[in-house]
């Protein structure tokens, strides 16, 4: 079912939740591109081993002065409501919670939600193995408005691409899935930025 288009507004500022390389390598470049980006991180997150220079991921964010906070937990955070204004989109990749209804009438329809994957095809953990046991070379990416229901909110953009026939373990998936990743959600910054209409598609379940 298709809903009526809808666009974010004037945006000029970031709030990047979760952890892992998609995230590192996106709060650089909207730092290198003069946005104002801020990144809320999990403990567990920010000690990960993410940056290049073998450093964690807040060792990098601190090095390129990306605004970093860390918290236990983002629904107990209260100092957010400082962070989010009608101009501030949260882009969630890989967080460590699951947002409940403080976080989201902080950012009021401005928040969405990253996924690396096919959606719902692939949804759930090992995707990658699963798709090597069953030959399956096709990636996807994802942005998905977030609402109380987990996983539940309708796909603004999406993308398939193909793993290249070399792909043969994990690593080679994640390899390629991080390099489309990147590229995938830059362009929906960019997109964003000219404030493009989005047209919400609900995901088909039956296709879970």
Known sequence: TR???MRFGPIDSFILIG??????DLAIWLKSQNLRVTVVTAPRHAVEQIDPTGGSLVDGLNRSSVSTVIVDDINDYADIVSLVHDRTLGIAIGPA???RKFVLDCFVGRLVNFHGIRLPRTRGGAHFTWQILTGDKTGGCNIQLVERKLDAGSVI???EY???AIARIPQDYFDESGRQDVLFLREFITEVLAEKEFEPIHLQ???S
């Not at 952890?19 to 590192?24: A, K, V």
């Open 157 to 159: 953009k999406s993308l």
């Open 97 to 99: 919670w699951i947002f």
């Open 3 to 5: 809903a009526i288009k």
């Open 205 to 207: 379940e039956g296709f």
């Open 19 to 24: 952890g892992g390389p998609t995230l590192f």
């Open 162 to 164: 193909r793993f290249p």
